[in-house]
């Protein structure tokens, strides 16, 4: 074992004894799978997946230890126990939002360049989905946070890409598009991202269009209005965007990336540690709206995961809670959970896998393979 991989086992340790204390959670063995009883219960073709990304990384100090459970009550209270929680999910990619989130959804470590406009280099999720299950558009929907993230639908990838991915949808895209360039009082829920201000890409084509915000989510352009005002935060934004996608449209696949975690990068503690506390919120009451939905209560899977989690404090090279560029254990060994249909509930496993091993997983669970990725089926969720 090399000294990172016994740092990220130690980590993984650590968490996993904090949720046995505070969640109640039983240790489980790699021999433990899914229930079989569970599983049958849920018909395949009716079965729904929805993946959320944990808001751009938060560290074990402000989460998942005693000094932090308090910013994630309704995790520890309400969806943990009904979850498969995985204490050590290594990052061995590249630590930018996009390309990481790139990775979590081919199952391949992708090395595009986190600040270009550019597609994964290889199929992604909603391409195996589509293809191999043969499902319409309609069917696999993403929600992301910024503009760079507009191509994360689909590849470039010969036998796949163009016309075969996830529909994107920006919800501040949308609100820009909405508010046409005037001056508003929404600048709070605009800004592109947390990382620099020198790379916010302006949109041409493909992007979802402010006609289709009527036509699919039937949703006026007032009323969305409306709405964002009321709105704390772009997650709270997406979230609500997520529910309308859900009612309207019933993707079987939908994605959610989270993000405004990430305000970490602007120095200021309080606002992530408000952050990690609106994301655990917005996390529960989003598994609240998706069981009454009739179309997802009952057969959905809810998979909760990091893209990657952010420096500890006694690397020299980076400054703590700010940035994840230090590449140490505490930004690379982050968590999964998952929970809701097909899932043994109130249990931690502790032994290492991968972010890229979510992709597989997924595909053992829908029944698609994905052909190309390069991770592993977790095992205690088929
Ligand atoms: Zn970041």
């Not at 402000?62 to 943990?80: C, V």
């Not at 959804?105 to 043969?134: C, I, M």
């Not at 909760?304 to 230090?326: E, K, V």
């Amino acid at each position: 074992m090399t000294l990172a991989q016994q740092l990220a086992h130690t980590l993984g340790r650590s968490r996993r004894d904090f949720l046995r204390d505070a969640a109640g959670l039983v240790v489980g063995s790699s021999l433990l799978s899914a229930s079989p009883l569970v599983r049958g219960a849920v018909a395949q073709k009716k079965r729904k997946t929805i993946v959320i990304t944990f808001g751009g990384g938060a560290r074990d100090q402000e989460t998942f230890a005693p000094e932090g459970r308090e910013n994630i009550p309704n995790l520890l209270k309400e969806l943990i126990p009904q979850s498969s929680f995985f204490t050590q999910v290594v990052n061995q990619g590249i630590l930018g939002h996009y390309v990481a989130t790139a990775s979590l959804a081919t199952g391949v470590y992708e090395t595009l360049n986190n600040f270009s406009a550019v597609p994964p280099q290889h199929p992604t999720v909603f391409e195996y989905f589509r293809k191999d299950l043969h499902r319409p558009l309609s069917d696999a929907w993403v929600v992301a946070p910024s503009n760079g993230f507009n191509r994360i639908g689909e590849s470039d990838y010969r036998s796949f890409g163009p016309g075969m991915g996830a529909r994107v949808v920006l919800p501040k895209h949308l609100l820009g598009a909405a508010m046409s360039g005037s001056a508003t009082d929404y600048d709070h829920l605009l800004r592109d991202n947390y990382e620099t201000p020198l790379y916010a890409p302006q949109l041409a084509g493909g992007e979802f269009e402010l006609q289709q915000l009527e036509m699919i989510l039937k949703l006026s352009v007032d009323d969305f209005k409306a709405h964002a005002r009321t709105v704390s935060s772009p997650d709270e934004l997406s979230m609500f965007i997520a529910r309308r996608l859900m009612h309207q449209e019933s993707p079987s696949l939908l994605w959610i990336t989270m993000h405004d975690i990430d305000i970490a990068h602007a120095g200021a503690y309080s606002l992530y540690v408000d952050a990690i506390r609106r994301t655990d919120r917005l996390c529960a009451e989003f598994w609240k709206a998706v069981q009454s939905e009739p179309e997802y209560a009952g057969n959905t899977t809810l998979f909760i995961l990091p893209d990657f989690g952010r420096d500890g404090d006694q690397d020299s090279g980076g400054n703590g809670f700010q940035h994840h560029r230090t590449g140490d254990v505490a930004s690379r060994t982050t968590w999964m959970m998952a929970l809701g249909a097909g899932v043994r509930p109130g249990v931690v496993y502790d032994h290492p896998m991968q972010s890229i091993d979510l992709v597989p997983t997924l595909g053992a669970m829908m029944g698609f393979s994905p052909s190309l990725c390069r991770g592993k089926v977790i095992q205690e969720l088929v």
